[in-house]
């Protein structure tokens, strides 16, 4: 069964600076996919970022990059030069057959 | 806004209450699925279509539970004789697809936030 785990509750980071939000995943699947999604308090999800199983390089959309490794079947999101803006719950996902599946989330706070 | 919308965005019902929320696609896209998320938890798939047709439906989505797309374009989501497990934030989202083998991102609504006492 595919499997999203999200290890970090809560996380603090202090404006400008980078932080890491952890995400591991399960499948059987030879081809998959992952994504980031932020959550701001108003509810909607936020797409950030997206690394296909056989994408040779790692993921990079301005700000947001995605840690990929495939062998430990990690996939963290790091999040550079962080920004007030930028508290919000993150969610790790994985594509499985025509839906998302979703960890528990981690809600990062930045401090000014 | 050609984003995907949902209404209303919040219902407060009383247990025993049908409830009904809608859901507007974006306008190109043919598949629309809709995500249950309760407090402190990522979103759990429900269901989605593909343009009118309902192709796949979650053991999470009970009788009481039912979802329309017709003419494959807004969709609504109805839960007959609401509990109060019910309390969730349902969310949508859409995209395009169809072909095997080859997945399009999924845009997400607001939510409609659903409170049962």
């Known amino acids: 069964a595919q499997k999203i785990t999200q290890t970090q509750p809560g996380m603090f980071v202090q404006e400008k600076e980078a932080v890491t939000l952890d995400c591991t995943y399960d499948?059987?699947?030879?081809?998959?996919?992952l994504f980031w999604y932020k959550q701001p308090s108003s509810g909607e999800m936020i797409f950030l970022i997206y690394?296909?199983?056989?994408?040779?390089q790692n993921a990079t959309e301005g700000r947001y990059s995605l840690n990929f490794q495939k062998a430990r079947k990690s996939a963290n999101l790091v999040i550079s030069a962080s920004q007030l803006g930028d508290s919000a719950m993150y969610f790790c996902?994985?594509?499985?057959?025509?839906?998302?599946?979703f960890g528990a989330g981690t809600i990062l706070r930045v401090k000014s | 806004d050609t984003g995907v919308s949902q209404d209303p965005r919040h219902k407060i019902t009383k247990r025993g209450q049908n409830v009904t929320f809608r859901c507007d696609p974006i306008?190109?896209?043919?598949?629309l699925y809709w995500y249950r998320q309760t407090l402190g938890q990522g979103p759990e798939f429900l269901t989605y279509?593909?343009?009118?047709?309902?192709?796949?439906k979650s053991r999470l989505l009970s009788d009481r539970f039912s979802a329309e797309r017709p003419k494959g374009s807004f969709s609504t989501l109805e839960i007959q004789r609401t509990e109060q497990g019910d309390s969730a934030m349902y969310l949508c989202?859409?995209?395009?697809?169809?072909?095997?083998?080859?997945?399009?991102?999924?845009?997400f609504g607001p939510g409609t936030r659903l409170t049962v006492t």
């Open positions: 989202a859409s995209s395009l697809g169809g072909g095997t083998g080859f997945y399009y991102e999924q845009y």
């Open positions: 279509f593909q343009n009118e047709a309902q192709l796949e």
């Open positions: 996902a994985m594509r499985h057959k025509n839906k998302l599946v």
């Open positions: 690394q296909g199983s056989y994408d040779q």
């Open positions: 306008s190109e896209h043919n598949r």
């Open positions: 499948t059987s699947d030879p081809s998959y996919g």
